[in-house]
């Protein structure tokens, strides 16, 4: 195959180099967007009859067919390798045979603009891609600054509506519109005034988030996290539960018998890189499961309806296991569970001495049994004066594997 160029257009003129590329190529392959700016360039005039206009990507890969015996060029708006056709022709094409030239992002330009140091800035694309609303607010949540690429579906204003709906009214948002061209516009507004304003495509949108950095990772309580009849793991036995477990940064927590699915949403907040799976027989806590998620946005926490042991083998194998809750089935858990290598560390909880004992009978040999006793005493209001309500003690697990 011979050589691909891929040049970037929008906002610098080329360089000697790259007019030369352009020159020399029998072929100069754009997509309708890039039509338009690439018209404004001195050069445009000079290699006009040499351009391809696409209508699609999967018309590239038609014409690459061709490409064998012949020096071709391609051109993509900004950084082709920022989220754009560099990274889909890498995967095509042999890296040797394509060379990149850049032009500036219009992430750059923007940031240049609203005097924001992209250093700062986490970059997210929504560009040809479908919206996964928890894992964009996620990450609106997660970072200072998020920078986004749109597309005619995905705009500002409809991302403006999700976030105000979701409650996100102090949030900044800048919109670049036409950025580099005669026609270029910077927007800025909150929420609930940018859902309302409409935008010229192409655009794109940075999100300043004042209030990052100062929610809390760890450390909900019970009354924050929506549960019926006091069925929570109390918020002292979830720290110390949570502490047992060792999570890594990344992994694979299954929460067996999650409830309402207190510990999972802690682990889950700990770590966008952790999986964690709630599993849940019942549909009542699944529908608190699902509202808890939703409250947090926690795209890493999946929920899984129905009863343990039976979804194991459809769930990828874990690397931490809590377990809250059996069923009946404590037993058949347990072995299902030693058969896991990658399973390191296993915590639970009981109220029972024969759930403890049958739990670390059933583990000997396999994993290091240590065990804690816990008892809670809270203080309560009495009559002008207070004293110390005593919870149930509650016996804490701790497995660690042999050899791990």
């Given at each position: 195959?011979?050589?691909?160029?891929?040049l970037?257009?929008?906002?610098?003129?080329?360089?000697?180099?790259?007019e030369?590329?352009?020159?020399g190529?029998?072929?100069?392959?754009?997509?309708?967007?890039?039509?338009?700016?690439?018209?404004?360039?001195?050069i445009?005039?000079?290699?006009?009859?040499?351009?391809?206009?696409?209508?699609?990507?999967?018309?590239?890969?038609?014409?690459?067919?061709?490409?064998?015996?012949?020096?071709?060029?391609?051109?993509?708006?900004g950084?082709?390798?920022?989220?754009?056709?560099?990274?889909?022709?890498?995967?095509?094409?042999?890296?040797?045979?394509?060379?990149i030239?850049?032009?500036?992002?219009?992430?750059?330009?923007?940031?240049?603009?609203?005097?924001?140091?992209?250093?700062?800035?986490?970059?997210?694309?929504?560009?040809?891609?479908?919206?996964?609303?928890?894992?964009?607010?996620s990450?609106?949540?997660?970072?200072?600054?998020?920078f986004?690429?749109?597309?005619?579906?995905?705009?500002?204003?409809?991302?403006?509506?999700?976030?105000?709906?979701?409650?996100?009214?102090?949030?900044?948002?800048?919109?670049?519109?036409?950025?580099?061209?005669?026609?270029?516009?910077?927007?800025?507004?909150?929420?609930?005034?940018?859902?309302e304003?409409?935008?010229?495509?192409?655009n794109?949108?940075?999100?300043?988030?004042?209030?990052?950095?100062?929610?809390?990772?760890?450390?909900?309580?019970?009354?924050?996290?929506?549960?019926?009849?006091?069925?929570?793991?109390?918020?002292?036995?979830?720290?110390?539960?949570?502490?047992?477990?060792?999570?890594?940064?990344?992994?694979?927590?299954?929460d067996?018998?999650?409830?309402?699915?207190?510990?999972?949403i802690?682990?889950?907040?700990?770590?966008?890189?952790?999986?964690?799976?709630?599993?849940?027989?019942?549909?009542?806590?699944?529908?608190?499961?699902?509202?808890?998620?939703?409250?947090f946005?926690?795209?890493?926490?999946?929920?899984?309806?129905?009863?343990?042991?039976?979804?194991f083998s459809?769930?990828?194998?874990?690397?931490?296991?809590?377990?809250?809750?059996?069923?009946?089935?404590?037993?058949?858990i347990?072995?299902?569970?030693?058969?896991y290598?990658t399973?390191?560390?296993?915590?639970?909880?009981?109220?029972?001495?024969?759930?403890?004992?049958?739990?670390?009978?059933?583990?000997?040999?396999?994993?290091?049994?240590?065990?804690?006793?816990?008892?809670?005493?809270?203080?309560?209001?009495?009559?002008?004066?207070?004293?110390?309500?005593?919870?149930?003690?509650?016996?804490?697990?701790?497995?660690?594997?042999?050899?791990?």
């Amino acid at each position: 195959m011979s050589k691909i160029y891929l040049l970037g257009i929008g906002f610098k003129p080329f360089s000697a180099q790259e007019e030369e590329i352009l020159k020399g190529v029998k072929k100069i392959y754009l997509f309708p967007s890039q039509l338009e700016i690439f018209q404004a360039y001195p050069i445009y005039p000079q290699v006009k009859e040499k351009l391809i206009v696409l209508k699609e990507i999967k018309d590239l890969y038609e014409k690459a067919k061709t490409w064998e015996k012949e020096e071709i060029a391609l051109l993509a708006t900004g950084d082709p390798l920022l989220y754009g056709l560099g990274e889909t022709l890498l995967k095509k094409f042999p890296k040797d045979k394509l060379f990149i030239y850049p032009d500036l992002s219009s992430f750059q330009v923007l940031c240049a603009r609203v005097k924001i140091s992209p250093s700062q800035v986490k970059i997210y694309s929504l560009h040809g891609r479908k919206l996964e609303k928890e894992h964009f607010l996620s990450e609106v949540k997660r970072n200072p600054y998020l920078f986004v690429f749109t597309d005619p579906q995905n705009n500002p204003s409809y991302l403006a509506q999700i976030l105000y709906s979701e409650g996100w009214k102090d949030l900044k948002l800048y919109i670049g519109e036409k950025l580099g061209s005669p026609f270029e516009k910077i927007t800025s507004g909150s929420p609930r005034e940018v859902k309302e304003i409409s935008f010229t495509y192409p655009n794109c949108m940075l999100i300043e988030n004042p209030s990052w950095g100062t929610e809390c990772i760890f450390g909900l309580r019970e009354e924050e996290i929506a549960h019926r009849g006091g069925m929570i793991t109390k918020d002292e036995i979830r720290a110390i539960v949570i502490h047992k477990l060792c999570l890594p940064r990344m992994g694979i927590l299954w929460d067996i018998g999650a409830g309402s699915g207190s510990i999972s949403i802690e682990c889950a907040k700990l770590s966008p890189y952790l999986k964690v799976f709630a599993i849940e027989k019942d549909s009542e806590q699944c529908l608190l499961l699902e509202e808890n998620k939703k409250k947090f946005h926690l795209p890493n926490l999946e929920i899984i309806p129905g009863e343990a042991p039976e979804f194991f083998s459809n769930l990828p194998p874990p690397d931490r296991v809590f377990l809250g809750g059996s069923g009946g089935k404590l037993r058949e858990i347990l072995e299902r569970l030693k058969n896991y290598h990658t399973l390191k560390i296993i915590g639970a909880t009981f109220v029972t001495l024969e759930n403890l004992y049958i739990t670390k009978e059933a583990l000997k040999g396999t994993y290091e049994i240590h065990l804690t006793q816990v008892q809670v005493n809270r203080e309560t209001p009495l009559k002008g004066d207070s004293y110390f309500k005593a919870l149930n003690p509650i016996f804490i697990l701790q497995g660690k594997r042999i050899g791990c």
